[in-house]
């Protein structure tokens, strides 16, 4: 490989349809990535300044705004942060609450990045199908929240709204919280289809085998978190390594691949069943957490007058850390006494652990290979509008779209199906 | 500004995302997909702002995505509408005070860029596609001034 063999490919920072704005640049060797550069900063927002400048319970809705496809994993750290500051205790039914709050978000997270993942290596019906089952537990979500994303469930002390045990007035059957039980039943009966697309289609494994593969050192070394690492066969979850809200009281297990007799070979195709299968395993505690559930008050600090007034006399540093959808998260905020704005606020989202295993995943692959490793991170940011292609030599450059890199991609697809037929 | 006929039948929309927080985009794209639909009113989302008639903007523009989010509306074909998606977009919302913030998008538009809003934090699938329905009534409006 000689060096003026070398091109460098931008890509981002416009998706057309899912991502927010963030730039890759890749080096490539002909069809080959030699190298890859993530520049992030598109999307930067000073959310943390902000939040410097604003009472802690003002800070509730900008830090959901963080994210809104996990805004429940922001809302849980930044309240669980300022609690542990001030020494507040959530009352026990609202960490059942945020129990079942967080597992609905990372089913419909996970269905999300399945339709997203299918759609980079062209099977659009499978993206219809995810989108279309997805829009259940969103129904769901909004039936508890109020609203069908950036939900504001959360409060320092507990939650704001209560889950009725009838959820529905017209439904008289003897289940408790009907509607949820209503909804993991249609996911369970769902899942076997998830898992024939996904696992059996033989196309699909062609694409996503041995493709982006992450091994375990590497994971370790990179400090990469959640279904990323977890595929390579890292033990790392932080529902079972330092418990929050009600998971210390629930029975869960790491879920790696060689648990369900799969090697643990990080490539795409691990990282998809890691994520399926957390999709049972979320279905799982959220039925341990409905019988678990006890009676009582959702909020330990009802008068939000004397919370704030507690706030502000408070003094200490708190930390919230969460297993997010996409891996491990964490804030980090400190009261001052006679302040009543926060003192430090500091918010690192699993993304950004992940965005340095783009590296070892992309090194060796295809171009045509960018969409599906570019999204077998669930980045929640992340960006293939525009690709342009520098030659080093003349100087002459050439760009493709995202329509002709998903274009590539699917022409990947219908070329290996095309050596079966 | 004159507008073919053909412009308001079937509007093709590019999306665009100036800094927001996913949720309104996750959002257009569930107004494409089965349960709303958008499709089946000639609505189509496209790769390319050359091949839009709608610009979705989503977000309170970043410092980084100002020059972009200008060049994105150089780049689509006149006739054209933008439609600001989401509060942040039309007052930068929740961001209202930060440092690295260049909106509302308006305020970086052309005088004469045709601009609709459609608020929710995030807004609604159904109110995307109200929004859209308004973007032909105003197309409409807009061609019988010209005539």
């Known amino acids: 490989?000689?060096?003026?063999?070398?091109?460098?490919?931008?890509?981002?920072?416009?998706?057309?349809?899912?991502?927010?704005?963030?730039?890759?640049?890749?080096?490539?060797?002909?069809?080959?990535?030699?190298?890859?550069?993530?520049?992030?900063?598109?999307?930067?927002r000073g959310i943390e300044f902000m939040g410097m400048h604003r009472n802690p319970l003002k800070v509730i809705p900008l830090a959901e705004r963080i994210c809104g496809i996990c805004s429940i994993v922001h809302q849980h750290m930044y309240t669980?942060?300022?609690?542990?500051?001030?020494?507040?205790?959530?009352?026990?039914?609202?960490?059942?609450?945020?129990?079942?709050?967080c597992e609905l978000e990372r089913i419909h997270s996970h269905v999300l990045w399945a339709?997203?993942?299918?759609?980079?290596?062209?099977?659009?019906?499978?993206?219809?199908?995810?989108?279309k089952i997805r829009e259940k537990v969103m129904d769901l979500l909004e039936?508890?929240?109020?609203?069908?994303?950036?939900?504001?469930?959360?409060?320092v002390g507990g939650v704001r709204r209560d889950i009725p045990k009838k959820m529905y007035r017209r439904d008289f059957s003897p289940k408790m919280y009907p509607k949820i039980q209503n909804t993991l039943e249609y996911y369970e009966k769902l899942y076997g289809k998830l898992e024939d697309i996904f696992l059996g289609d033989p196309s699909i494994r062609l694409r996503t085998k041995n493709i982006g593969i992450l091994t375990e050192k590497e994971a370790l070394e990179l400090c990469g978190v959640g279904p990323?690492?977890?595929?390579?066969?890292?033990?790392?979850?932080?529902?079972?390594?330092?418990?929050?809200?009600?998971?210390?009281?629930?029975?869960?297990?790491?879920?790696?691949?060689?648990?369900?007799g799969y090697e643990n070979t990080g490539d795409v195709f691990s990282k998809t069943l890691v994520r399926l299968k957390e999709i049972l395993q979320s279905i799982d505690l959220i039925r341990q957490c409905v019988q678990k559930m006890p009676d009582e008050d959702i909020d330990s600090e009802p008068k939000k007058a004397a919370l704030l007034n507690k706030l502000k006399k408070a003094d200490g540093e708190g930390i919230g850390r969460i297993e997010a959808p996409r891996g491990e998260a964490l804030h980090y905020v400190r009261l001052k006494e006679g302040h009543e704005e926060l003192d430090n606020w500091k918010v690192r989202a699993s993304t950004y652990n992940n965005l340095a295993t783009y590296a070892p995943m992309f090194l060796g692959e295809q171009i045509a290979d960018i969409p599906i490793i570019a999204a077998c991170i669930d980045p929640c940011i992340g960006c293939m509008d525009r690709?342009?292609?520098?030659d080093i030599n003349t100087g002459e450059q050439t760009s493709y779209d995202h329509e002709e890199l998903h274009e590539m991609s699917v022409r990947k697809t219908r070329e290996i199906l095309g050596d079966k037929l | 500004m004159k507008l073919s006929k053909t412009f308001d039948k079937a509007l093709w929309v590019f999306h665009m995302n100036s800094g927001s927080c996913n949720a309104c985009d996750i959002e257009i794209v569930a107004a494409i997909t089965?349960?709303?639909?958008?499709?089946?009113?000639?609505?189509?989302?496209?790769?390319?702002?050359?091949?839009?008639?709608?610009?979705?903007?989503?977000?309170?523009?970043?410092?980084?995505?100002?020059d972009r989010i200008l060049r994105v509306y150089e780049q689509t074909p006149d006739p054209k509408v933008v439609m600001i998606i989401g509060n942040c977009g039309s007052t930068t919302g929740v961001y209202y005070d930060s440092y690295a913030i260049e909106g509302p998008i308006d305020s970086l538009l052309p005088d004469d860029a045709h601009?609709?809003?459609?608020?929710?934090?995030?807004?609604?699938?159904?109110?995307?596609?109200?929004?859209?329905?308004?973007?032909?009534?105003?197309?409409?409006?807009?061609r019988g001034d010209d005539k």
């Open chain 1, 1 to 44: 490989m000689s060096k003026d063999a070398t091109y460098e490919v931008p890509i981002g920072p416009i998706h057309p349809a899912l991502k927010e704005p963030f730039m890759v640049k890749f080096k490539l060797d002909g069809e080959t990535i030699v190298d890859a550069d993530p520049h992030p900063g598109m999307n930067h």
């Open chain 1, 80 to 101: 669980t942060a300022v609690e542990h500051a001030a020494g507040i205790e959530p009352t026990n039914r609202a960490r059942y609450i945020r129990t079942i709050m």
């Open chain 1, 115 to 131: 339709g997203v993942a299918a759609h980079e290596i062209g099977f659009d019906t499978h993206l219809h199908f995810t989108w």
């Open chain 1, 143 to 155: 039936e508890i929240s109020g609203n069908r994303v950036n939900y504001s469930m959360w409060t």
């Open chain 1, 228 to 260: 990323t690492v977890r595929a390579s066969g890292v033990k790392k979850d932080v529902r079972i390594d330092q418990p929050y809200a009600a998971y210390g009281d629930l029975e869960l297990d790491y879920v790696i691949p060689s648990r369900y």
């Open chain 1, 387 to 390: 690709a342009e292609i520098v």
């Open chain 2, 34 to 66: 089965p349960r709303y639909d958008a499709e089946r009113f000639g609505i189509k989302l496209v790769g390319s702002p050359r091949h839009a008639d709608v610009l979705l903007f989503t977000g309170p523009v970043t410092k980084k995505m100002k």
């Open chain 2, 115 to 142: 601009v609709l809003y459609v608020n929710g934090c995030p807004v609604r699938p159904e109110n995307i596609i109200n929004g859209v329905k308004e973007a032909w009534l105003y197309l409409e409006k807009i």
